[in-house]
């Protein structure tokens, strides 16, 4: 018999004081234990069943230090697991130098939810239309994930499998997210459209990150959310804009190029022909945003 | 003019302290000892004969201390006329819409509860459905139901004046789809009630009902117990909007059978999800809509053919589809007229009642269309309402429409000439166009919604108005304030007429056992008939008092006022008592008199013709325009809400404060069914039962809104007052799509506006900026 929205199922709750702690439970309980952070995702997953019921959660909070947010000029932005993502949002280093991330932040759920929310568990949830996951794939982002084997770096553009699926092992947890400086004179933008002016989720989002030099198109990323089975970089439109003169022309071009590389869904929340739309529209947005103000 | 104490003062809501501290009860706050709790076992299946239902398994688990199937309630049926009594509290034969309840478990805890509802085992055989209302009513369709062999389940055919002739002979003649959405109303508290059924034969329940009165007679039908052993018990609403709180869902009949069969309390909460997906929403409508005009621009007849997807019960339907006719000759003048209405089955889920009821449908059709046709013609949207509009009648005048219902006030054209004074209005071509990718527009409506609405039959409403000894005042009332301030205007207008201080009146919510019978918040009805039940039960305790005032003082009774909590002789002001002295002196007046008024509700209305389609919906009728100003992005067909002003003619506003908000909350609900809000839905289930999917405008979608009283003060309202809470709401959805309009040069005939249609639209006129 069908029900709706449920209690939450019976697990085991734990609470390891450390990061090594934390690695034990997940080796001993692999596939059946689940990283607990903000749990904005988590629980409704849970009440409604989505997810295999996992015999425990491992809650993070109780490890000190995993919330920081580090910035210095050779290694640039890092990211704690436990950094919230108003914490990302009220951060100088962010607003000063990753507009982007700041866009995203903002633009992210509620205020409640915002502060309860990682920045970390929205790209570990890994669901197509996450907001921080174009503007991270656009800095060229990794993720540093320490697990029974040791730790290891995976860039942003590798995370992601599919929908709700990342390369993280059952044992791993994700450390640290790394966000290299920008390159002096560089500028990144992340834009969304959502039915509502706020607290909505995102139907299409579009990052890119670029510098100009002398009217000439330097290094450039695009990437996409919300279009694809995983938020996507498009290095096919890259690849026409890198070195050339920016025209009206050739950002039309590129902008029609990074539609035709999305394969949206169409589903209750969009159509297939209007996110495609919505990327060409957004993208020449972005594109502009960058490399003509 | 007499000046009032009371009435028009912006008085705090009287519930607003326990409200906001968190103090306020709701139905799902009550618990007992011993307290079981309920879950409603339902079928993912829009269409299907049930076969056999087996509940052993979940009767096994620990903890579950009961089950309840269809069996248990004999066949038991409700509805809204004794020939649509069509609906049973769970499933019998078959399901007919997604998700319908089957069966319900009574266990020790939500837990246990829940998982004995997975463990209950349904045997069944898929039907043949239909989900289109216009598929459903056509030769060979699937059979909902079979008392309904052509799922026609509510029709009427009226006729008024002569159309074809009119039509013939006018100038101009318009024929257009609209369709509106499938709009729910977003309470934030879903279906909730505890229920006790004291083996002596007595049900108490605590019921999140916005007219509790119904749910005491279903109770009293379906347990066959006398309604003097039915205690309904009022906590705070959280919300209401019609349909479902004004009706019985499966869940309160099956925790009073529960709590019958395991002798403990039972409470069940629906969960928003659940809500969402089998709560009764507002029909979507698809109304065929034909309208003529002289060259001049006056309407010279309407013909409207609606139909309405019902779902899979009729529930109050009979009225929605009344309303949704009898309204169309308001707020202009209108010669000919005639409405066919077709209300079909389907296996969706039901569709009932919803602030606005009935009228949102056609006046969207009516008042878009009277646009296009103006602007065919060349004459602007002041104009064509101006000319059309109805007068307001003079003292002592009526206006009679060709359906015989009559007003006796009528602010629309002041209201219309406000607007057009107004800055957005007198300034909208002085306003920027054109700002980068988005255009702007102004768009205005005129409506009306009727107040003091009758359903059929027995429509009592009474009050009762206690002195206590110390001079304040117990007010008793069978009304239910679910939300819109009703408490509060009562309470008002007790203290006004009664001469004592706002704060001085305690009001008591429902309780069955003690407060007078009342049909409860529906059809802007508690202000204008309750209102007039409590100015007449004050007035009586007020006779009460001066009688026994009179005698002591040797003065005719008449001759001593009381105002703001001071008794005072007319004619001698120095001689005075303060208000709680004349209560104690009354109070103690013999051997101790019990000064308690009584009033009940005198100017009811006829009961509707429905088969004819004349007479009064209501007792009165407000009158709104609107205008909106609004910016549509051209590329990504986003639209923003900038400006709303509303003038709307209630009468007199009794609570300026209430009335306001109730504007700006219909306005905003309305906002939402115009570009935002729609169930999608495949094969009956809905694809998106959550406030996340199903869009409701956010704080930072509403839009400045100013609020204009237009004062006209109707003979027949308790202080001039007309319904203040739904004429707002109709009038939102086609001032929003003439805003659009004006930004686009696109006429959208189809709720909700989305982006998306938008885009859809500007790609198909070539004014997409985009690729091609």
């Known amino acids: 018999m069908a029900q709706f929205y449920k209690r939450l199922p019976r697990f085991q709750y734990l609470l390891p004081k450390t990061i090594e702690e934390a690695l034990s439970f997940l080796k001993e309980h692999k596939a059946a234990a689940r990283l607990f952070a903000g749990g904005t995702d988590l629980i409704p997953q849970l009440k409604k069943r989505e997810v295999d019921i996992p015999r425990c959660l491992v809650d993070l909070k109780g490890i000190p230090g995993l919330d920081s947010i580090a910035y210095d000029e050779e290694a640039g932005l890092k990211i704690g697991p436990l950094a919230t993502i108003n914490a990302i949002k009220d951060c100088p280093y962010v607003r000063d130098h990753y507009p982007s991330l700041l866009q995203a932040a903002s633009s992210m759920a509620s205020p409640q939810v915002r502060n309860r929310g990682t920045f970390a568990g929205n790209i570990c949830s890994a669901v197509p239309s996450a907001d921080s996951a174009p503007a991270l794939l656009a800095l060229e982002a990794s993720v540093r994930l320490l697990g029974q084997k040791g730790a290891r770096e995976v860039p942003m553009d590798k995370f992601f499998t599919g929908p709700r699926k990342t390369v993280l092992e059952t044992d791993e947890m994700l450390l640290e997210i790394r966000v290299p400086r920008p390159k002096p004179g560089s500028r990144n933008v992340y834009l969304k459209l959502s039915p509502r002016h706020s607290m909505d989720l995102a139907i299409v989002g579009v990052a890119v990150v670029a510098t100009c030099e002398d009217g000439i198109c330097k290094d450039i990323k695009i990437a996409l959310g919300a279009v694809a089975p995983t938020p996507i970089r498009v290095p096919a439109a890259e690849r026409i804009l890198e070195g050339k003169r920016i025209t009206p022309e050739i950002i039309e071009e590129v902008s029609q190029n990074v539609a035709a590389q999305c394969s949206p869904i169409d589903d209750h929340r969009a159509s297939l022909e209007y996110r495609r739309d919505m990327v060409y529209i957004l993208a020449r947005r972005a594109l502009n945003n960058v490399l003509t103000k | ?772």
Not at chain 2, 469 to 474: L, S
């Open chain 2, 1 to 772: 003019m007499k000046e009032y104490t009371v009435i028009g003062q912006r008085v705090p809501r009287i519930d607003g302290r326990q409200k906001v501290m968190g103090q306020a009860k709701y139905a799902a706050d009550y618990s007992l000892p011993g307290m079981l709790f309920c879950k409603v076992a339902r079928l993912p299946v829009a269409h299907a004969k049930i076969l056999n239902v087996d509940t052993s398994k979940a009767e096994r688990l620990p903890g579950v201390k009961a089950v309840v199937t269809a069996k248990d309630f004999n066949g038991w049926t409700w509805g809204f006329m004794a020939n649509t009594r069509d609906e049973p509290p769970l499933a019998m034969d078959k399901v007919r819409y997604y998700m319908e309840a089957v069966a319900a478990v009574a266990a020790i805890d939500e837990d246990a509860a829940e998982e004995a509802c997975d463990l209950i085992k349904v045997d069944y055989e898929e039907l043949p459905s239909v989900f289109d209302p216009e598929d459903a009513i056509r030769e060979g369709a699937p059979v909902v139901h079979d008392y309904r062999p052509n799922n026609v389940s509510v029709e009427y055919h009226w006729n008024f004046g002569d159309v074809e002739k009119s039509f013939a002979e006018s100038y101009l003649v318009r024929e257009d789809r609209f369709r509106t959405s499938r709009a729910t109303k977003g309470y934030l508290e879903p279906p909730a009630s505890l229920a006790w059924y004291d083996p002596a034969g007595y049900i108490t329940v605590w019921a999140a009902k916005q007219s509790p009165y119904f749910h005491y007679r279903h109770l009293a039908a379906c347990f066959g117990l006398p309604l003097s052993k039915i205690r309904v018990i009022q906590p705070f609403i959280g919300g209401g909007f019609g349909g479902t709180k004004n009706d019985s869902v499966a869940g309160d009949f099956c925790a009073v059978m529960l709590s019958k069969m395991t002798g403990k309390p039972v409470k069940f909460v629906y969960t928003q999800e659940e809500e969402l997906t089998i709560s009764k929403r507002r029909h979507s409508m698809i109304v065929y809509n034909k309208m003529g005009m002289s060259k001049d621009g006056l309407i010279t007849a309407i013909q409207s053919r609606v139909i309405a997807d019902g779902g899979g019960y009729t529930a109050v339907s009979p009225l929605t589809m009344y309303l949704t006719g009898c309204c169309t000759p308001l707020p202009y003048k209108l010669p000919n007229y005639k409405y066919d209405c077709y209300r079909a089955f389907t296996n969706n889920p039901i569709c009932a009642a919803m602030r606005g009821h009935g009228v949102t449908h056609t006046r969207f059709a009516c008042e878009i269309q009277m646009e296009m046709m103006a602007e065919e013609l060349g004459i602007d949207p002041v104009e064509i309402r101006m000319q059309n509009a109805i007068d307001n009648p003079k003292p002592g005048e009526i206006y009679r429409t060709i359906n015989d219902m009559t007003l006796k006030t009528c602010g629309i054209k002041e209201a219309i000439q406000t607007l057009v004074r107004d800055p957005l209005w007198a300034q909208k071509d002085k306003a920027p166009k054109q700002d980068g990718s988005v255009s702007y527009g102004v768009g205005m409506s005129a409506t009306s919604y009727l107040g003091g609405a009758r359903q059929l039959g027995h429509q009592s409403c009474a009050a009762i108005v206690r002195i206590c000894e110390d001079g304040t005042v117990n007010l008793i009332t069978g009304a239910t304030d679910c939300g819109q301030g009703s408490d509060t205007v009562l309470a008002m207008i007790a203290a006004e007429e009664l001469g004592v201080r706002y704060q001085d009146i305690d009001f008591k919510m429902v309780d069955s056992a003690y407060t007078p019978v009342d049909p409860g918040s529906y059809g802007s009805r508690v202000t204008v008939l309750a209102g007039q039940a409590v100015q007449t039960a004050a007035a009586d305790a007020k006779k009460q008092l001066l009688d026994i005032l009179g005698r002591e003082w040797k003065v005719s009774p008449e001759e001593i006022e009381i105002r703001n909590a001071e008794v005072y002789h007319r004619s001698n002001p120095s001689r005075r008592i303060p208000f709680d002295k004349l209560a104690k002196i009354a109070c103690y007046s013999g051997s101790g008199a019990v000064i308690i008024g009584k009033g009940y509700s005198g100017y009811g209305i006829e009961p509707l013709g429905f088969e004819n389609g004349r007479g009064n919906a209501g007792t009165s009728f407000s009158f709104t325009a609107q205008t909106t100003r609004a910016g549509v992005d051209m590329e990504t067909g986003h639209v923003t809400i900038s400006d709303f002003v509303i003038a709307h003619d209630c009468g007199r506003p009794l609570n300026p404060i209430g009335a306001e908000s109730q504007n700006e909350g219909g306005a905003v609900q309305g906002m939402g069914q115009a570009i935002y809000e729609d169930f999608i839905m495949d094969r009956g289930k809905t694809l998106n039962p959550t406030f996340l999917d199903y869009k409701m405008p956010r704080s930072t979608d509403v839009p400045d809104i100013k609020v204009i009283d237009i004062i006209t003060d109707d003979p027949d309202g308790p202080f001039g007052a007309k319904e203040a809470s739904e004429g707002s709401h109709v009038s939102a959805p086609p001032s929003v799509v003439a805003a659009i309009h004006d930004a686009t040069g696109i006429w959208f005939k189809e709720q909700p506006v989305t982006a998306e249609k938008i885009v859809a639209a500007l790609k198909e006129k070539g004014k997409w900026p985009g690729k091609q």
